[in-house]
């Protein structure tokens, strides 16, 4: 199983420089095949990534583009891993937009990368550094040390330094074996889980995990900075003689307190992805911990984030990075999900009786059943026929046939991929088992990991 670990590093100034240099190169060389691509896409040609690679290998020393204000290759003081895995990371890009295309997804092509507007990060293959406890010994710069030593000291596949604000973190893929890496269950209960906006997680058994709402939190000092930046730049162009918007290329003078400014606007942005991250992170492995089956709804987060007044509450919660982390983590636990169908009305069935409230509104959060009288807290009655749901093709997966490939893209990269397959109704295979009639609206997805 691969797994990855990232640390943060400690590099002195020099290795920062080194770092930022290196980063910059690698979105140089990336913009330089991403023309080439473009270029012999426009002639009729059909563009191959190792053939551009083995191009620019024939000119990166000689050619003027590449040399410095002395004529010399400043290329040779890079290690050349920054500059040759752009072309593989632009083949597998142009190679995942087809494949969407294909597959009638919404999907963008591969597009130039802007200094400061993405992100700084460069590949290191496995041959080239090591890991000495608490430092990884990089080429060109030696040892640089590290905020923690690496989890598994197994087989290492490769690593990338990246940049988030001001701190450089060494992400490391390594393949460890499966024993070790699978970890043991403190439950085996079936828990369905509600995510909303007014609690990030509604639970089966009743309880309501709020979210910290970072961005909600944060709002008004990134308001505030946003604005000073804002101002700066209005400044800057003012200074240089541009009115209106700014002419394609122009380059603006970066004066220290702009530099600064946008250093404070970033790790503030930095603060509320990590605080949204750690509570995630905290969620997700908890569930997967302590429940042998996860119920969620198949959420159309895309749709749902195009309802402005909704939009910025739901990301703030992270539905899709919930979805995406369970589906990781449950194949270490091993554990199964099931995915409800996304037009499956689990708050609109009575959890009692199974019937069904045509008439419920987004803003009704406690509604009582017309046929058997119960009242419900909307989200706990979602989460507990979900729970129902999931007991169902739990006991219906022992019938199933071999399962065919998960309908969910965009697990983490190299986990052990999920499977699936339609869940046949409880009825046919074991006789009535309650009298709600859910099994009716069970065209979900159970995906063993």
């Not at 590093?9 to 080439?36: C, I, K």
């Not at 990338?160 to 209960?189: C, F, I, K, N």
């Not at 339609?422 to 159970?446: F, I």
Request: hydrophobic residues 40%.
């Amino acid at each position: 199983m691969l797994l990855a670990h990232q640390i943060r590093l400690d590099p002195s100034l020099d290795q920062r420089d080194y770092f930022t240099r290196a980063a910059g190169t690698a979105r140089r060389v990336w913009n330089w095949a991403m023309a080439e691509w473009q270029r012999q896409v426009a002639l009729g040609l059909r563009p191959n990534a190792m053939a551009l690679k083995k191009r620019f290998n024939c000119i990166k020393y000689t050619d003027p583009d590449w040399l410095d204000e002395h004529g010399q290759p400043w290329l040779r003081t890079i290690h050349r891993d920054a500059h040759a895995q752009p072309f593989a990371n632009l083949a597998r890009a142009w190679a995942r937009y087809v494949e969407q295309r294909r597959a009638g997804q919404p999907a963008h092509p591969p597009r130039f990368k802007k200094k400061g507007r993405c992100r700084d990060s460069f590949y290191l293959a496995n041959d080239k550094f090591r890991m000495e406890g608490m430092a990884v010994v990089l080429p060109r710069i030696g040892r640089v040390l590290l905020r923690e030593p690496l989890r598994w000291p197994r087989k290492i596949m490769g690593a990338s330094v990246s940049r988030q604000a001001d701190h450089w973190y060494l992400s490391v893929q390594v393949e460890v074996p499966e024993r070790l890496a699978m970890r043991s269950r403190t439950g085996d209960a079936v828990i369905g889980v509600d995510l909303g906006v007014t609690a990030a997680a509604t639970l089966s058994s009743g309880e309501k995990i709020a979210a910290p709402r970072p961005l909600k939190t944060a709002l008004r000092r990134l308001r505030i900075r946003s604005r000073r930046q804002s101002r700066k730049l209005e400044a800057a162009k003012q200074a240089s003689g541009i009115a209106g918007p700014m002419p394609k290329g122009t380059r603006l003078p970066v004066s220290k307190n702009r530099t600064k400014g946008a250093l404070s606007l970033a790790r503030l942005h930095e603060r509320i992805a990590r605080v949204r991250a750690d509570f995630t992170h905290k969620l997700t492995t908890r569930l997967c911990r302590e429940n042998q089956t996860v119920a969620i709804e198949d959420l159309n987060v895309r749709g749902m984030l195009a309802n402005h007044k909704l939009a910025r509450a739901i990301a703030d919660v992270g539905f899709h990075a919930i979805r995406r982390q369970l589906q990781y983590k449950l194949a270490r636990y091993g554990t199964r999900i099931v995915l409800a169908d996304r037009w499956y009305p689990s708050s609109k069935l009575c959890s009692g009786c199974g019937m069904r409230n045509g008439e419920l509104t987004l803003g009704e959060r406690v509604w009582t059943c017309a046929a058997c009288g119960i009242c419900h807290d909307r989200d706990v009655n979602a989460a507990v026929n979900l729970q129902r749901l999931a007991t169902g093709a739990l006991a219906a997966c022992t019938a199933l046939p071999e399962a065919s490939p998960a309908v969910t893209p965009d697990t983490a990269a190299g986990t052990v991929p999920a499977v699936g397959g339609e869940v046949t109704p409880v009825r046919d295979e074991h006789g009535q088992q309650d009298g709600s009639g859910q099994e009716e609206y069970a065209a979900h997805v159970c995906a063993r990991f």
